[in-house]
């Protein structure tokens, strides 16, 4: 009798250890998973939270069209090209329109959610030959509607007119009759 | 009215800035809650992208402006997008010379003669927000995951830095942040496209090459571009799911 007790409390060592072992990591679990953890799959909930709140450095095209419509759209020089659709207001043909209609400000303007905040901050950049030569550089690959522009072959035609391209393109209606 | 100057130009300056459904978006946006804001479900939407190679001028603007919206450290090997150029030999399609200075971030230099018979082509590549991720099923403590609305995340504050999710990806679209040692990868513009805003890649790609788009919004252009184009994913023989669609992919890309 005395033996099979004095067996026993060798088991109930082993069995009060591994209880104690499951407390501790149930107390460690509690501690370091989150409790957000897993309401949506096998990740912290939160964590889609604190990427949506991250800051925007583009604030988007609406935004500058807020304040800036006439920039935007400017008063329209005789070669605009084609007529404007009456109620749209948009151009009939998109391929005579003389605009850089498909950029939006920022893709040459760059980021400008901080001017936005504080319109003192991060006034719009204006345009240099490098930013121009940037898309329309010739180069190898680019498809052949992109119009494109050997700058030394451009300067050598009339070199004293042609060192700054926004000396003859206006940067929003870039087409020229030269 | 106890409403004073001040706080009538904040609020009207809101409602100029951001109009309707926006502006009551913003408050919770502002107060840390963007979850709990009224007009965005995330299980309303299926995000992915449009890449039409036909329109890429290679200009690296979306380098750049991926850089700059998501604080992406500017050294060699740090991209959530980038842009390769393939040259490919006609008579030798196995073997396609690819080149990525910098990622385009810089664009890119001549480097061929017009009419030594080349081919070359652009091709921006990112994250293809895979539906069925290699990438989320290798990390050991679930830092990284898909969203309810389908975009492949990473969650900085778990990450450990293991790397098994930059080895995982077949596009080698991750990279290890080094100044904090955790993974990261594009967000799809997360914190944009929950607040109506485009990605910042779309935001400025000049030709239009790149569209966000929302694959569970019927009204949403991507369906019928898919339908109309002749449209493939990258390593579709993976069963990612990849959700990049690409126009006028070239057989040679890998």
């Known amino acids: ?178 | 009215m106890d409403q004073n100057r001040r706080a009538f130009l904040q609020d009207a300056g809101k409602f100029i800035l951001l109009t309707g459904a926006a502006t009551l978006a913003w408050d919770y946006v502002v107060a840390g809650a963007p979850e709990q804001a009224p007009n965005y479900t995330a299980t309303d939407h299926w995000w992915g992208m449009i890449i039409d190679i036909d329109k890429c001028i290679g200009s690296g603007n979306c380098v750049r402006a991926c850089k700059a919206e998501n604080d992406v450290p500017l050294e060699e090997g740090c991209f959530r997008t980038w842009v390769e150029r393939y040259r490919v030999d006609p008579d030798d399609l196995d073997h396609p010379r690819v080149d990525s200075p910098n990622g385009g971030y810089d664009g890119f230099a001549e480097i061929g003669t017009p009419g030594d018979g080349m081919k070359v082509f652009f091709v921006p590549k990112m994250c293809n927000q895979c539906a069925d991720s290699p990438c989320t099923q290798v990390c050991p403590v679930g830092a990284t995951f898909r969203s309810p609305d389908g975009v492949i995340l990473v969650d900085k504050t778990r990450c450990l830095g293991c790397r098994y999710c930059v080895q995982a990806c077949p596009y080698g679209c991750r990279y290890i942040d080094p100044r904090t040692h955790t993974a990261d990868k594009c967000t799809l513009c997360y914190h944009r496209i929950t607040k109506g805003l485009t990605t910042a890649c779309s935001e400025v790609c000049p030709t239009g090459a790149r569209q966000l788009v929302d694959l569970k919004n019927p009204k949403d252009p991507v369906h019928a571009f898919i339908r109309d184009h002749k449209i493939h994913v990258l390593k579709p023989n993976l069963a990612t799911r990849s959700k990049v669609y690409y126009n006028g992919l070239d057989g040679v890309v890998r």
């Open chain 1, 1 to 178: 009798m005395g033996d099979r007790f004095h067996h026993a409390r060798h088991l109930l060592r082993v069995g009060a250890v591994l209880a104690l072992g499951f407390v501790a990591f149930l107390f460690a679990r509690s501690a370091l998973v989150p409790s957000d953890f897993g309401v949506y799959g096998y990740y912290r909930a939160g964590a889609l939270n604190d990427i949506r709140a991250l800051p925007i450095a583009y604030a988007g095209r609406a935004a500058c069209v807020d304040c800036h419509e006439d920039t935007y759209d400017p008063p329209e020089p005789e070669d605009a090209g084609s007529a404007k659709h009456p109620a749209l207001g948009i151009r009939l043909d998109p391929a005579k329109d003389n605009r850089h209609s498909k950029l939006r400000c920022e893709a040459c303007h760059g980021p400008l959610q901080k001017h936005i905040d504080d319109t003192e901050k991060d006034v719009p950049k204006v345009a240099s030959n490098g930013l121009c030569l940037g898309c329309h550089r010739l180069l190898i690959g680019r498809p052949k509607d992109q119009p494109q522009v050997a700058p030394a072959d451009h300067k050598k035609s009339d070199p004293q007119k042609r060192t700054e391209c926004v000396s003859c393109h206006k940067p929003h209606w870039p087409k020229t009759d030269a």
